[in-house]
């Protein structure tokens, strides 16, 4: 337990020097929160858990009363103790409660709702306080993250934690429209979102691929946009109450004027080519695009937003924007005459003129809209939100001009890129130059999960544990950057996350016991666990995808950023660095390798009777004959015995050849094999 004075010191250092790099960067970063809070600090004892523990709350929040049910429920779980009861009760002065939620108010779930709080743990009670209940309930998420364990049983560390968000737009997006995503794993998300504190859903409804939620005015949508396979209103409710009920706003997008396709089966007049049209089956940018010089298009979309908006409480409204190639208004004679009319120089021009007639329409319901940046900068009023994600340079520039910006460069989860790269895209970096006024109007950032390559199977192993580093990025103070300390928490972090019925773990397991065709799955657990998939806009060449294609392939299995091979490369990189040739060192070094070199010989018996495996059998060969190589270059390091170069370059071809993706998957230790070699010579 580290001091309660040393702590002080630490923060202290912290204040007159933020950029030491410290491990310790805030009083709680020794511990397991993720996010870590804004302030923390740690003093001697502990609050031990018993069957006693209950909890009050002074005022009647109904979802604060459900989310500190859930904390009983979650803490009954993981301690398994019979709490006497799991039901909170309302405050009096003669209560005796363990814990105490004090809030004044009940939080509106607006922009920029207060969500602090201070959480208060002594040996013989808990406080918990917030200006409103959104904020006790991320109190709340991190009171179960403070649960400790040791030989006499469960406690809450004595601590004292002042906590707020660094932005106020901490979001997830999820694509429900190329890979329909069924309620109860949306549920399970939000659950995920409110443990790590993110407070925005954006849910991608519509999109080439299909037409998720019910329309009672156009019916046709839903039901020749979807194969069946849509929200019906009565669901896209119980989500919207289930996110408020964890403080979460849900921000709908309906993908316009491209991204269009699904809209147009059922009513292709609104198209800017007479169609017919069907559900695109491939991925891409597609040309069917709505109609701006049509008053039909602004009629019917009026009607559908008053539709919408009666089941979308939420002001901000996402209107996608993307992508639009502009190829049928280039066609369309029509079109090019009303641009000529109007003075609509280009495509540009005419999408904007369009974007303008929305934001009146959705003005009439209240809405604000919110668009992907589209190349130029628009010209809209300064409600309007720009989303930036094909560079970050958007998210200034929108921010000078006066628009309201969220980052999701860097933020592409589907991508399948490292924790450490998501970890470190700071939207306002330490060195960033802007001033206070441009930064204000940076709101925060939003993870983004595009459903090419994921379906319900899936989606958990993409989104999470890798979000919940995203989540600490948009949520702590930008000094919290230890990447060391961030991959320590994530891993706990992601054990628990499976108590919220996340299959991110558990489904993993299960695809490698159907990918072994029913053999133990240890052998080709130690094959993927050093296996990621392949970037994902270098995927859709070997194959050309469709929608209904298997997710079931090794490449889906495969982890974007495999635990052990971390491990393994950062064990590399140490020992590299200190240039010491530590002996224990090397051992732990050549034990992977050496289980890595004798695997393909026992994966040829698991291959032989699970023909999925085959499209990765020279791979598993590589793995097998790159940790030969580095044995050897571990015995020369162990021999102090230099090398010629023609070893070295014989080696390292090897290595190379060993890099080419197959299966569409990849080896993730090459490069330190490569480190191992390169330090023999
Ligand atoms: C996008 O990724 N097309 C916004």
Not at 397 to 410: D, N, P, V
Request: proline content about 5%; some cysteine.
């Amino acid at each position: 337990m580290i001091k309660k004075r040393f702590v002080q010191f630490i923060i202290t250092l912290l204040f007159v020097f933020p950029s030491l790099d410290l491990s310790a960067q805030s009083g709680c970063s020794n511990m397991k929160l993720m996010p870590i809070p804004f302030n923390c600090e740690i003093s001697d004892g502990e609050f031990r858990l018993n069957e006693s523990f209950n909890i009050s709350i002074n005022i009647e929040s109904e979802r604060l009363f459900k989310s500190a049910q859930r904390t009983m429920e979650i803490l009954a779980g993981r301690t398994v103790l019979f709490f006497n009861t799991h039901n909170p009760s309302i405050y009096d002065s003669s209560n005796i409660s363990s814990l105490i939620i004090n809030v004044n108010k009940i939080g509106e779930i607006k922009l920029d709702t207060d969500e602090s709080y201070s959480l208060i743990i002594t040996e013989k009670y808990l406080q918990l306080n917030a200006e409103n209940d959104i904020g006790a309930i991320r109190g709340l998420a991190t009171l179960i993250q403070l649960l400790h364990a040791d030989e006499k049983g469960y406690y809450f560390p004595c601590v004292k934690i002042e906590d707020k968000p660094r932005f106020i737009w901490r979001g997830l997006m999820i694509d429900a429209s190329r890979h329909f995503i069924p309620v109860d794993i949306i549920k399970n998300n939000l659950d995920a979102m409110a443990a790590l504190k993110l407070n925005v859903f954006h849910w991608h409804l519509t999109d080439d691929h299909g037409f998720r939620i019910e329309c009672k005015s156009f019916p046709k949508l839903h039901e020749l946009g979807s194969e069946g396979l849509y929200y019906t209103q009565e669901q896209i409710l119980d989500v919207i109450k289930y996110a408020s009920d964890k403080g979460i706003k849900v921000v709908p997008e309906f993908d316009l004027p491209g991204h269009a396709t699904a809209w147009f089966i059922g009513y292709p007049e609104l198209a800017s080519a007479p169609g017919p049209y069907t559900i695109q089956r491939r991925w891409g940018i597609f040309d069917p695009t709505f109609d701006p010089t049509n008053e039909e298009t602004y009629k019917f979309l009026d009607k559908f937003f008053e539709e919408m908006s009666t089941l979308f409480p939420y002001n901000y409204w996402h209107i996608g924007g993307d992508e639009n190639n502009g190829k049928q208004w280039m066609a369309n004679s029509k079109i090019q005459e009303f641009m000529r009319v109007n003075k609509l120089k280009d495509n540009h021009a005419l999408q904007n003129y369009f974007n303008q007639r929305l934001e009146k329409i959705l003005s009439k319901y209240n809405k604000t809209m919110i668009g992907w940046y589209t190349d130029e900068m628009p010209s809209l009023t300064k409600d309007y939100i720009i989303q930036s994600w094909k560079g970050r340079t958007s998210l200034y520039e929108a921010a000078r001009r006066g628009y309201r910006s969220l980052l999701s460069h860097g933020f592409y989860i589907d991508l399948v890129q490292s924790t450490e790269y998501h970890y470190l895209n700071d939207p306002i970096p330490p060195d960033s130059i802007l001033t206070d006024s441009v930064k204000n109007l940076i709101l925060g950032g939003e993870a983004t999960m595009w459903a090419e390559f994921v379906g319900p199977e899936t989606i958990d192993s993409r989104i999470w544990p890798r979000t919940a580093a995203i989540a600490e990025r948009l949520w702590s103070p930008g000094i919290v950057n230890n990447v060391d300390d961030m991959y320590r928490r994530l891993e706990i972090v992601s054990n628990q996350l499976e108590d919220y019925g996340l299959a991110h773990k558990k489904n993993y397991e299960m695809m490698l016991r159907r990918l072994s065709n029913g053999v133990d799955t240890e052998i080709l657990k130690n094959f993927m666990d050093v296996t990621k998939p392949l970037y994902t806009y270098s995927r859709d060449r070997p194959h050309v995808f469709i929608t209904h294609y298997p997710l079931t392939r090794v490449v889906d299995a495969a982890r974007p950023d495999p635990d052990i091979a971390r491990k393994f490369n950062r064990m590399v990189d140490v020992f590299v660095d200190e240039n010491m040739n530590d002996p224990v060192k090397l051992n732990s070094i050549s034990k992977w390798l050496e289980l890595w070199k004798g695997n393909h010989a026992n994966m040829l018996k698991i291959i032989a009777q699970s023909p999925t495996l085959r499209e990765i059998e020279t791979l598993s060969e590589d793995l097998s004959k790159s940790a030969a190589i580095g044995l050897e270059a571990i015995n020369l390091i162990k021999n102090r015995t230099k090398t010629d170069e023609s070893w070295v370059n014989t080696r390292l071809a090897s290595l190379k050849a060993a890099s080419v993706p197959r299966g569409e998957s990849e080896l993730a230790v090459l490069k330190s094999i490569e480190k191992l070699i390169n330090y023999v010579r």
